[in-house]
């Protein structure tokens, strides 16, 4: 159970590891943290180039948005085995996999020349990004000593926060001087250089459990259930005919039972049931599910009200967005420290009502309101988002068990995706009954999910 950090006679294990020290303690935080920054925010930096894309390539607008799509979706049903195999066969040597899949697949895209070359190489792409991904919170955990890992746990939940909604700022300011494929080209020598200070920097763990195997038959139930899981969330937004969607859920059902009960037979599931049986962390992941959709809500909902609310133009939504991310920047490395001293559960339920209170806000603002009334109320929003997440991920890493890391830090993101995925598709079924004024009804809706999000954080304090 314990290994030798190659090249440094460093004992890597639960009872004697205690982190990194000095500058290899920063690179193996640049290693980790830019390569988390490029697989989350290049979920979202293509959305404001779509439609020249579309136009480049000869494609529909509803075509072009599988580009998207294709590299969520594969996120989503590899994360978890991705995450089983870090635990495996080491969290650096998935993360370094990853980095370079990661890095070709972003070379393929800048290259691509149709819709089937671009998105095949989206989807090769994402494989990368849910190896990174997969692995974040276990490398948080293994590199940061003990005493400073709530202040580990905050900066990786800034940079997550500020990836998943700086996309469209960053996006802009690329396409104002460059054409689309440079949204992918910008990753080589980032992810070169993250992949050279990983190899360098980051330290091996210990990873033999003795008669454990990766099993590729729960891989692909979990491929196939996730797969049909989102596959039914967005049906409902394009249009498909009923029939269809009631085809999909059987399927899903069946599906997703038969995985469901091959997991609850093993030791070590790949979907972690093990670890859900733990209530603070079940309802750490829960609340984090609810928080993302609550905010893929606002970050969708908000430009349309901009632009038809305040007839804003594109330039002037996207400085507004800004207000958002920027507050986390400065909030979520504090809110880590303040995790030492105030009980996660208390702290991020105080978070997810400051941030209830700016969705109420924005969802009833009124339509004469200058840029600081808007700016204002989105910073309180990005302070009680901040204040929640750091807390939120030290509980779901720390209440499980050091050696299930991997499957904790792959709960941690598919709860990510799945509430920012459930999110999107909330916001497309407003629109498609409510047209584009539905942006106020959705940030109420965000209002009352983070409400509630609230009252279920604070809950974990008595657990």
Known sequence: MIKKEENKGQVIGDLKWDGLHGHRLLYAVIAIFSGLFLSVIDGTICNVALPSIAAELAISSSDSVWIVNAFQLVIVMTLLPFSSMGELYGFKKTYLCGLVFFTVGSLFCALSWS???????RMFQGLGAAMIMSVNGS??????????????????????????????TLSAAILSVASWPWLFAVNLPVGILTFILAKRFLPQNAVKIAGRR?????????????????????AFSHGIQPVWICMAFILLALVGTKFVMTQLRQTYPMLPFDLL?????SLSVATSIVSFMAQMLAMIALPFMFHVTFGMNAVETGLLMTAWPLVIVFVGPIAGILAAK????ILG????????????????VPAGT??????????????????????????????APAYRSGGASGMQAMARLVGQTAGAALVALFFHFLGDTASHEAMLLAGIMTLCGSVVSCVRSKV
């Open 115 to 121: 819709l089937p070359s671009l998105v095949a190489a």
């Open 139 to 168: 490398l948080v955990r293994l590199i940061y000593p003990r005493r400073h890992l709530t202040k580990g746990f905050g900066l990786n939940a800034t940079i997550v926060a500020l990836a998943s909604v700086a996309g469209p």
């Open 214 to 234: 990766f099993d590729w038959r729960s891989a692909c139930l979990n491929a196939a259930t996730f797969g049909l899981f989102i596959g039914c969330i967005e």
């Open 277 to 281: 049986r733990i209530p603070v962390f």
């Open 342 to 345: 105030i009980h996660p559960g």
């Open 349 to 364: 339920g105080i978070g997810l009502l400051i941030m209830s209170v700016g969705c109420f806000l924005l969802a009833y």
């Open 370 to 399: 200058d840029y600081s009334g808007l700016v204002w109320r989105m910073m309180l929003c990005g302070l009680g988002f901040g204040l929640f997440q750091s807390p939120n991920n030290h509980l779901i890493l720390t209440s």
